[in-house]
C-alpha cells in the first residue's frame, strides 16, 4: 500500500523559509516522478513543482511561474523522500500543500493533477505579511 506523508509546514513571516518533506513508503521515489501542488481555500489545486525519477528521465525539475527562483524541489533517495525548499515566501503562498507521485513512463515533468496516482493528506503553510 503506497502511503505519502508530507511534513514540514508551519507558520512563517513574509520573506521567510520553509523546507516541506514528503515520505514515502509502498513505492521507490527514484523510479517515481514526483510533484508538489497547493491548495488556498476557495481556489482549485495547482502545480507547484515536479521533478521526474532519476533513473529513467534524469530529475529533470520545472516549476510554476509562480514559485520559479524561490522554490527548489530535490529528492532524497537514500531517504526515499523528495523535499521542497521555499525561500522568499510571500502572503499568496499561504495554502495547504500536497505531495504526488506518479509512475515514471517517459512523458517528462508532470503538471497537471491528473498525471498523478498518489497524494498526501497535505501540510499547511501560512505566510503572515
Known amino acids: 500500500q503506497v502511503q505519502l506523508v508530507e511534513s514540514g509546514g508551519g507558520l512563517v513571516q513574509a520573506g521567510g523559509s520553509l523546507r516541506l518533506s514528503c515520505a514515502a513508503s509502498?513505492?521507490?521515489?527514484?523510479?517515481?516522478?514526483a510533484g508538489w501542488f497547493r491548495q488556498a481555500p476557495g481556489k482549485e489545486r495547482e502545480f507547484v513543482a515536479t521533478?521526474?525519477?532519476?533513473?529513467?528521465?534524469?530529475?529533470?525539475?520545472d516549476y510554476a511561474d509562480s514559485v520559479k527562483g524561490r522554490f527548489t524541489i530535490s529528492r532524497d533517495t537514500a531517504k526515499n523522500t523528495v523535499s521542497l525548499q521555499m525561500n522568499s515566501l510571500k502572503p499568496e503562498d499561504t495554502a495547504t500543500y500536497f505531495c504526488?507521485?506518479?509512475?515514471?513512463?517517459?512523458?517528462?515533468?508532470?503538471?497537471?493533477?491528473?498525471?498523478?496516482?498518489?497524494w498526501g493528506q497535505g501540510t499547511q503553510v501560512t505566510v503572515s505579511s
Open positions: 504526488a507521485a506518479a509512475p515514471d513512463r517517459g512523458r517528462g515533468p508532470l503538471r497537471l493533477t491528473q498525471d498523478y496516482n498518489y
Open positions: 509502498g513505492l521507490t521515489f527514484s523510479v517515481y516522478s
Open positions: 521533478i521526474t525519477s532519476t533513473i529513467r528521465s534524469g530529475g529533470r525539475t
